[in-house]
Nanobody, 115 residues
Framework: QVQLVESGGGLVQPGGSLRLSCAAS????????MGWYRQAPGKQRDLVASINVGGSTNYADSVKGRFTISRDNAGNTVALQMNTLKPEDTAIYYC?????????WGPGTQVTVSS
């Protein structure tokens, strides 16, 4: 079991930046991978970015070049730096942690991109 808590969401204008953080209740290297999904109203939850135990990263095509996932190798935190935000990035962002086929989820944090 793990508890995940996201922070850093909010309202930002198009072209702006936000940094999301996910704090885990246990060592992040216990997991096969961690990352972020997002869900917009009326849409399915989609993968945004992930980082595996070896440090390899993966991004959705829609965020490549704009978002960067990172981790605190000395702690229990994974972060998502989001730059050049667009209105279509508006969603609830969920942190996840995976061990084999088991996923743990945070409660989510709202990101709204609007002028």
């Amino acid at each position: 079991q793990v508890q995940l808590v996201e922070s850093g969401g909010g309202l930002v204008q198009p072209g702006g930046s936000l940094r999301l953080s996910c704090a885990a209740s246990r060592n992040i290297f216990d997991f096969n991978d961690m990352g972020w999904y997002r869900q917009a109203p009326g849409k399915q939850r989609d993968l945004v970015a992930s980082i595996n135990v070896g440090g390899s990263t993966n991004y959705a095509d829609s965020v490549k070049g704009r978002f960067t996932i990172s981790r605190d190798n000395a702690g229990n935190t994974v972060a998502l730096q989001m730059n050049t935000l667009k209105p279509e990035d508006t969603a609830i962002y969920y942190c996840y942690a995976r061990i084999l086929r088991h996923y743990s989820w945070g409660p989510g944090t709202q990101v709204t991109v609007s002028s």
